[in-house]
């Protein structure tokens, strides 16, 4: 058995041949399929928390700004200062229950000018924001959130004082505050109909029984990236978008009958890489065990590679012998190599032995999330693989990971990854992990069908 092989003069890290590519162009093209789903008429608000879904919420913000979005929403305060010392000039939507806020905040400069929307979510929310107005002698625009039955912030429907009608009502009344949006969040846009129905059903009556006190330019709103395209019941005057800017939606959707709209969602084009390359290349002999716990075997000599990148980068763990990478080879055609052994911290293995030696040499690049949509690689499929969410997949990319910003026109209509695609389309199906695989030959033979 051979070792480890070097073929440059040093072994590459985490960070210096490792990155995430964010295309801005794409970020573009995503909004305006977003837009002629909702047409003209109702707003676009971009979700920008957790730093953009981890992508640079300042770079991010800045294109969508371009792209005629209105409001942009954070969780917190410290998101919404970023943006404000970018000099972002969007009305920013602050989901998260605030308690306090500083003169001497550069968020005040922001609040001041009513562009900073704080969200009522109880009576004691309510307090504190009238506080803030009081206390800074500010008028405040104000989001009431409803709780129709996702059941995390938001007043609940009951009578009382802590209803969400008794909110509305003080917050109309008060001189400091002006009732600038009315929200809510679906919980099962993606799948249950049922549910959704409910929570519309909840809201709209609401809606209706607290109209007389609403001002005409308070902003309706409920729907997520999987409720544009529901249908435009639920569009109301204004849509939050997060993971459609990057190009992702229908791969979570349950039935299409249930969809409205939901032919406009594979228009989306996935916006984001994230890319290594090849560190060493090595060959084993069979039986072999790879990583922690030798919780893979080879069932034949078999030629390994190994990419810098591990579970501290994000890559997740649960993706121990069930990732899978692309490689390019050259002639068009993207191959995709499965992940073998457990994810380390820093490092994970593939196995390279049905791919041209040239093509996986050491300092190859290598797609571990790429844009090919329904590829081995992408990023719905490894967020299901992992037993997760594309959100979190993200947003679980570690920070020391560069982003690198790009403006790439609009790829020609690409392959999907399927075994009956013709080898002209690209694509080649990985070996499944923990097996010998069927061979660069046999996998050109499926792909003829």
């Known amino acids: 058995m051979s070792g480890w092989r070097r073929r440059r003069g040093r072994l590459a890290v985490s960070g210096e041949q490792t990155w995430v590519e964010i295309d801005l162009a794409a970020i573009d093209r995503n909004a305006a399929v977003i837009r002629r789903t909702i047409g003209s008429g109702v707003g676009l608000c971009a979700v920008v928390k957790a730093d953009a879904y981890g992508m640079g919420a300042v770079r991010v913000a800045r294109s969508v700004v371009k792209s005629g979005f209105s409001m942009l929403a954070v969780y917190g305060l410290e998101q919404a200062r970023e943006l404000v010392q970018a000099g972002l000039s969007l009305p920013i939507l602050v989901l998260a229950p605030i308690r306090s806020l500083e003169r001497d905040d550069r968020v005040y400069w922001a609040a001041s000018r009513s562009l900073i929307h704080l969200t009522v979510h109880d009576a004691d929310t309510l307090r504190a924001i009238m506080a803030i107005g009081e206390g800074l002698g500010i008028n405040l625009p104000v989001h009431l959130d409803i709780d129709t039955g996702m059941g995390r912030g938001g007043a609940s429907l009951t009578d009382g004082p802590s209803g969400a009608g008794a909110l509305a009502r003080r917050i109309v009344e008060h001189p400091r505050l002006r009732l600038a949006g009315i929200s809510t969040h679906w919980a099962t846009a993606e799948t249950d109909g049922m549910h959704l129905r409910a929570q519309v059903e909840r809201f709209e009556r609401w809606i209706s029984e607290m109209e007389p006190i609403l001002p005409k330019d308070c902003l309706i709103h409920g729907s997520h990236t999987p409720g544009v395209f529901r249908g435009t019941r639920l569009h109301y005057s204004m849509v939050r978008v997060g993971i459609g800017l990057y190009g992702y939606a229908s791969e979570t959707f349950g039935p299409a009958e249930r969809f409205d709209l939901g032919k406009a969602a594979p228009d989306l084009e996935p916006a984001i890489r994230w890319v290594t390359h090849i560190a060493l290349v090595k060959q084993v002999e069979a039986g072999w065990t790879v990583g922690y716990g030798c919780t893979w075997r080879a069932s034949r000599p078999s030629r390994l590679a190994l990419l810098p990148v591990g579970y501290a980068d994000g890559y997740p763990i649960a993706l121990s012998n069930k990732g899978a990478v692309g490689i390019a080879l050259g002639d068009g055609r993207i191959a995709f190599a499965p992940v073998v052994g457990r994810v380390s911290m820093d490092q994970l293995v593939i196995d390279v ?97």
């Not at 392959?415 to 080898?423: E, F, S």
Request: avoid cysteine.
């Open 353 to 449: 032995t049905d791919l041209p030696e040239q093509a996986v040499a050491t300092g190859a690049e290598v797609e571990l999330i790429g844009r090919l949509r329904g590829a081995p690689n992408g990023l719905a499929e490894l967020a299901r693989a992992a037993g997760t969410v594309p959100h979190q997949m993200l947003t679980g990319l570690s920070t020391r990971l560069p982003r690198r910003y790009v403006y790439a026109a609009a790829p020609a209509p690409p392959p999907t990854a399927d075994a009956t695609t013709p080898p002209t389309a690209g694509v080649i199906r990985p070996a499944p992990p923990n097996t010998a695989g069927p061979g660069l030959t046999a996998a050109r033979a499926a792909a003829r069908g």
